[in-house]
């Protein structure tokens, strides 16, 4: 490829390349329901503005800032990243930095899902759907993989349930409700098969997490049952981590069509007078540029993470707000928070597939990659960490994957089917936001008897 091809591919202006045999082929990728529900918080941006310039370097580079850094209705977020790094230098606050950096967490949570679908034009729909796959949680993964590192195994089991148990109840119930409104006079019907795959593998998922609690519930008192229940969890994260492989094979090869909506399929994902979803069929910047952007997205990402891992405890005794709360309703909320603004949309516009498959399909891939990738990672580090989740963390998880299964089995939606859901997630949060109060007076009560 010449220099001349190599800049308009930079400046999005190259939309085909040219083959072996001297044909054209087109650039092709299959896009993910997080992909496309993502998209809804992007701009167009307009190649005009940086045409102009004179050297081709800087017009390339600033290409990609407008693509990259403003392409986001997000962008107004991202001075909260050198905020945290000030208040984390200067010390000015611990509460302010873990809120700076989760602010700033937020647009970078949706660039890296922008960047891996810009580097899956160039490497094909099965690579890219892999680099989706793997990508698609990355943000709670790096988090979770801090806390590992700093020890901190509670932080690291209610953030990973918060977040399946935000996308179950709060994405899909706010989703079905308010496109049940929107949609009064409609039927909305969505196709089940995508939906009874991920909750497969959602109840695969659950039994693995019920194993280890109802063993130590099993064993005779005063036997060491904590060594068995390590071994038992770290021989089911194995065997998870097999199932999501196959779920891979099953989604990206042999059944890919059950995982097309409709629109997609039929290249009418977009409605043309809506200006919100972008319908992005070729890349805008360079293969290697979205390489070097999305290394340097997953820096900022792990440096914001490790500020959020070491300040939540002083943000929950400064704010008063138990650690579990923040873990399990404040994280998963901020972290994927452009995708399920873009599945509220989707159902908006009577598109379930697509709702279905953002909140189904995230929360089956932190159920059942990372999850057990964590367990395995805790192996390798030394750190002594279970699929035990504790008997309230696993029965909510339980009957939330209970509730949204009877939910979703006719096939059909409406609004009060979201009401039920969110009630149930707003339940479950307040459980956990009087979980350390209960904790605390038991405490006293038992200092008090004493």
């Not at 509670?154 to 929107?182: D, E, M, R």
């Not at 360079?286 to 070097?292: D, K, M, Q, V, Y």
């Not at 959020?308 to 650690?323: C, H, L, N």
């Not at 597939?353 to 964590?374: E, K, R």
């Amino acid at each position: 490829m010449g220099s001349l091809e190599h800049l308009d591919l930079e400046n999005g202006d190259l939309l085909k390349k040219k083959g072996t045999m001297g044909k054209e082929e087109n650039l092709v990728v299959g896009r993910t329901a997080q992909n496309i529900s993502a998209s809804l918080v992007r701009k167009k941006s307009d190649p005009i503005l940086v045409s102009k310039v004179r050297f081709q370097m800087v017009r390339v580079f600033l290409a990609n800032i407008q693509e990259v850094i403003l392409g986001t209705k997000l962008c107004l977020l991202f001075p909260a990243i050198p905020l945290a790094i000030l208040a984390e230098c200067y010390e000015f606050g611990r509460p302010w930095v873990f809120a700076l950096s989760l602010m700033g967490l937020t647009p970078l949570a949706e660039r890296v899902s922008f960047l891996t679908e810009q580097i899956a034009y160039y490497t094909g729909p099965t690579v890219g759907g892999l680099l989706n796959a793997t990508c698609g949680n990355a943000t709670e993964l790096i988090i979770a993989l801090f806390a590992l590192y700093q020890r901190k195994i509670h932080v690291v089991k209610y953030s990973l349930f918060g977040s399946i148990l935000s996308n179950l109840l709060l994405v899909l119930g706010s989703s079905l409700f308010c496109g049940g409104l929107a949609n009064l006079k409609k039927e909305q019907r969505f196709d089940k098969k995508q939906s009874d795959v991920n909750m497969l593998l959602l109840l695969l998922g659950l039994l693995c997490l019920l194993l280890p609690l109802m063993f130590r519930y099993a064993v005779e008192p005063g036997s060491l049952a904590a060594g068995s229940i390590l071994h038992l969890s770290r021989a089911s994260s194995i065997m998870m981590l097999l199932a999501y492989f196959a779920y891979l094979f099953f989604q990206l090869k042999t059944h890919r069509q059950l995982f097309e909506t409709n629109e997609v399929a039929n290249g009418q994902e977009v409605d043309d007078s809506d200006d919100a979803l972008i319908s992005e069929e070729k890349a805008v910047i360079g293969f290697w540029s979205a390489f070097i952007w999305l290394a340097g997205m997953t820096v900022v990402i792990s440096l914001l993470s490790e500020y959020i891992v070491d300040t939540i405890e002083a943000a929950s005794d400064s704010w008063g707000i138990s650690v579990s709360f923040i873990s399990v309703i404040l994280l998963p909320i901020v972290g994927n928070a452009a995708e399920h603004a873009g599945s509220i949309i989707f159902a908006f516009k009577n598109k379930l597939d697509i709702t279905l498959g953002v909140a189904l399909g995230s929360a089956a891939q932190i159920s059942m990659f990372v999850v057990p990738l964590c367990v395995i990672v805790a192996w390798i580090m030394d750190v002594h960490m279970d699929l035990d989740f504790n008997l309230l963390e696993t029965g909510s998880l339980g009957f939330s994957i209970i509730l949204t299964a009877f939910t979703l089995q006719d096939g059909t939606s409406h609004y009060m089917k979201g009401i039920v859901l969110c009630l149930c997630y707003a339940v479950i949060g307040a459980c956990f936001f009087v979980h350390r109060i209960v904790l605390d007076q038991n405490v006293a009560s038992g200092a008090f008897a004493a």
